[in-house]
């Protein structure tokens, strides 16, 4: 399945007699349909073992990955994985004078950078694991354009984005909504196989 195959299917389905979805408009909502569940924790979305370099006394450490959660992040010191504990911005800003530096025990996340406690008195890799947004599929994509949203979750992405035709482009509240339900039936079958396929166990279910 690609970018344009899922266009041209959701534009074939929207053709309702004289009513119908401007191509422009049918790319916007199939964007914006991956754009909603790209938040969301899929087997395919998942990250481990991505590692990116602080520099020695260096306060922040910009994130090289396009990261939506964070669930785990450890130093490398000496050859060995050190967990670091998560803490908000402020707290870590409550007690860092710029003064002293030494093996990072904490960190926050603050405009899509790193901010460790003590900063490191070397250079240090980190070690993550989470969820981060798939490359590929964006308004200037090729017609050729795939990745999962387009192949796995190809029926979600689809009823989803037909579900915002009908709200925002035909007016049609009662349309818009069967539509929307259909799409979270299909998550919710998907949040069950992310389950059986991770080690996480079953997936909770996030009702919008």
């Known amino acids: 399945m690609t970018f344009e195959t899922i ?14 979805a401007c191509a422009t408009a049918v790319q916007s909502s199939i964007l914006s349909a991956i754009k909603f569940y790209e938040r969301r924790r899929f087997w395919f979305n998942e990250f481990v073992d991505t590692t990116i370099t602080a520099s020695a006394s260096s306060t922040y450490t910009t994130l090289s990955v396009d990261v939506i959660v964070i669930d785990s992040m450890k130093a490398v010191i000496n050859g060995r994985d050190y ?14 004078s710029g003064q002293f530096y030494g093996y990072p025990e904490w960190y926050s996340i603050h405009s899509k950078r790193i901010r460790l406690y003590p900063p490191p008195n070397q250079n240090t890799t980190l070690r993550m694991a989470g969820v981060y947004r798939l490359p590929e599929i964006s308004a200037g994509a090729t017609a050729n354009a795939t990745n999962e949203w387009v192949n796995e979750c190809e029926e979600m992405i689809r009823l989803k984005a037909k579900s915002t035709l009908f709200r925002d482009e035909l007016r049609n509240t009662r349309e818009h909504n069967t539509l929307a339900g259909e799409a979270e039936r299909v998550y919710r079958e998907l949040a069950r196989e992310t389950g059986a396929k991770t080690s996480a166990g079953k997936v909770k279910v996030r009702n919008w």
Do not use: C, F, Q, V
Not at 7 to 20: D, H, I, P, V
Not at 83 to 96: F, G, M, V
């Open 7 to 20: 266009k041209a299917r959701t534009s074939r389905e929207m053709k309702r007699g004289e009513l119908s």
């Open 83 to 96: 967990p670091l504990a998560k803490k908000t911005w402020n707290e870590i800003d409550a007690i860092d």
